[in-house]
């Protein structure tokens, strides 16, 4: 036997809705979806570097049956967000070379641009201290 709850999520842009069947137990399943929720941001901190917004919880409420699941008005939004983080050498702090207001303007350099000639000893300056140096970009 199976319960069908909508679990609502929200990220620092948006908040959304999904529906999920699990098999009943006894158990709390605010704790469950929010376990489920914790192994998910561990795997994109993991895979993707801890720069992503988290989804968090924000309720679990179980459909009952012969009620028709509410539909969202809208698709929820999907938010890029990249960043090129590196170790400063001279300031020794970790920084988003992003944050170089004339980065894409001054390079030619794809978006996740990797082991290419463009990518190799890209003279970059660091946002913080102004240190100039060299870096090898790498997705």
């Given at each position: 036997?199976?319960?069908?709850?909508?679990?609502?999520l929200?990220?620092?842009?948006s908040?959304?809705?999904?529906?999920?069947?699990?098999?009943?137990?006894?158990?709390?399943?605010?704790?469950?979806?929010?376990?489920?929720?914790?192994?998910?941001?561990?795997?994109?901190?993991?895979?993707?570097?801890?720069?992503?917004?988290?989804?968090?919880?924000?309720?679990?409420?179980?459909?009952?049956?012969?009620?028709?699941?509410?539909?969202?008005?809208?698709?929820?939004?999907?938010?890029w967000s990249?960043?090129?983080?590196?170790?400063?050498?001279?300031?020794?702090?970790?920084?988003?070379?992003?944050?170089?207001?004339?980065?894409?303007?001054?390079?030619?350099?794809s978006?996740?641009?990797?082991?290419?000639?463009?990518s190799?000893?890209?003279?970059?300056?660091?946002?913080?201290?102004?240190?100039?140096?060299?870096?090898?970009?790498?997705?």
């Open positions: 036997m199976q319960k069908t709850f909508n679990v609502t929200k990220d620092k842009d908040e959304w809705t999904n529906q999920y069947s699990v098999d009943t137990y006894e158990i709390d399943y605010t704790v469950y979806f929010q376990n489920m929720i914790n192994r998910w941001n561990e795997q994109w901190e993991s895979r993707y570097g801890n720069n992503l917004g988290f989804s968090t919880l924000v309720r679990v409420e179980e459909v009952k049956e012969g009620k028709e699941p509410e539909k969202p008005e809208a698709n929820p939004i999907a938010t990249i960043s090129l983080d590196v170790f400063c050498p001279a300031c020794k702090e970790d920084v988003d070379l992003l944050d170089c207001e004339d980065f894409w303007e001054v390079r030619k350099l978006a996740c641009e990797t082991h290419t000639e463009r190799r000893d890209v003279e970059v300056v660091c946002p913080k201290c102004h240190h100039e140096f060299k870096v090898d970009l790498e997705f």
